[in-house]
């Protein structure tokens, strides 16, 4: 990998969690909704890094997310999972041009209809798991359904939100 | 082998994959293995330092409701000075009390940090060991029962709120001579349930629930919740109720902690019933 694009995600990782945990683990919209935006930088991890890498980084993001809200290894694990199941989202999502090398699964390089199919997916994945497993009860399924839909509501909210902002920026 | 080392490297990927999401699993399913690493103890104290710059900044925006509790809990306590009764019999002596003496101290926290929409929910809370702070301590707002301590470090605690799956408080209803168990019921942050009430007895929508004196953590009387919904369970012999509660936990900024004075004392004698009983 190049540096031009590690220097990029790292400041990426760093702006995203201080977001984070200065702020959105603070929002509680309509009481207790919560945006999980650390998932942005899961979501731009260039398409060249290698597949062990993309994972040991989502673990990594998901464990701090879990230091700083105490909740085990509840976002490690969907984060993880996230990262295993990002290739064959990448690879499915049809779009109009080739993957290249240096290229990052953005609105900037593929444009806003394969952003949104992405970054939608992956989010609603990452909150299911996130509060099936904390629940582990099927007696709440529809009620953990509800809410797991309403997390990825705001997370893909803002995630869009970021993408906007960062294409202004560059144009 | 060489057949073997070649699948092994084609499915190194997922192997990975397996590896880490044990360890997450295990951190999620083990939250004592998770709050005893090592790395919890940096991240808290990360954490910390910037939520506690970050409350500094928030309880500005939030001062005028906490003057309104304040005063309100003012209000109520010189209620209950004695200046605030009238003497109607004189012929009351002074007597020197050794009757009673104080079991529980309070002391004032911040808190710095907290969550609400786990299963299992946690607040952080600005005192620690050195300020005297021990595990099983009870935690309260000036609204209602708010936590339990459950993990110290020097300068600050980890409190088990009353949104927690493990947490129970044993509750009497006002005016009832009747104790019960309150718990959350895992979905939303304002309502729980109490359970083991006898049918027998009469309780109405709006009731208060105070906890018990049957606790050494919580003194008596603190309220825990307000009465929302009755039903009966499938055994008809107790009721099923669901209660709102009454610490705010949408808006959290300053507790009390309780130490109770008398708990080691009781605790060291327990532990020569055990001797005891091993000899």
Known sequence: MNNKLIIPNILRFLLVFILQVVIFNYTNFFGYINPYIYLYFILLIPFETPAGLVLILSFIAGFTQDMFVSTGGLHAAASTAIAFIRPLLLRTIVSKRDYESGLQPSVADLGWAWFVTYAGIAVFIHSLIIFYLDIFKFSYFFITLKRSLLHALATFFFIILFEFVANIRKK | ????????????????????????????????????????????????????????????????????????????????????????????????????????????????????????????????????????????????????????????????????????????????????????????????????????????????????????????????????EISTDATRAFYNVKYRIAADFSNLSSVYIIRNLIKGELEELEKMKEKRNEQ
């Open chain 2, 1 to 228: 082998m060489r057949n073997l080392l070649d699948f092994l490297k084609s499915i190194r990927i997922f192997l990975l994959f397996l590896f880490l999401e044990t360890i997450a699993l295990l951190f999620t399913f083990n939250s004592s293995a998770f709050h005893s690493a090592t790395s919890f103890q940096f991240f808290t104290g990360i954490n910390n330092r910037i939520m506690k710059v970050r409350s500094d900044v928030v309880s500005y925006f939030n001062l005028r409701e906490e003057n309104r509790k304040l005063m309100e809990e003012n209000m109520c306590l010189r209620q209950r000075q004695k200046e605030s009764y009238i003497i109607s019999d004189q012929r009351v002596f002074t007597v020197n009390d050794t009757l009673y003496r104080q079991e529980f101290e309070y002391l004032t926290a911040s808190v710095i940090n907290y969550t609400i929409n786990y299963k299992d929910n946690y607040i952080t809370l600005d005192k620690g060991s050195q300020q005297g702070i021990e595990e099983g301590m009870g935690v309260y707002s000036p609204l209602g029962v708010v936590g339990i301590v459950d993990h110290v470090s020097q300068n600050y605690c980890l409190v088990k709120s009353i949104l927690h799956s493990e947490v129970t408080i044993s509750t009497t209803v006002k005016g009832e001579g009747v104790t019960g168990t309150c718990m959350w019921d895992g979905i939303n942050y304002t309502t729980g349930i109490l359970k083991d009430i006898p049918v027998h007895v009469k309780i109405e929508k709006g009731d208060t629930l105070l906890t018990s004196n049957y606790s050494s953590i919580f003194p008596a009387g603190i309220p825990v919740g307000y009465i929302a």
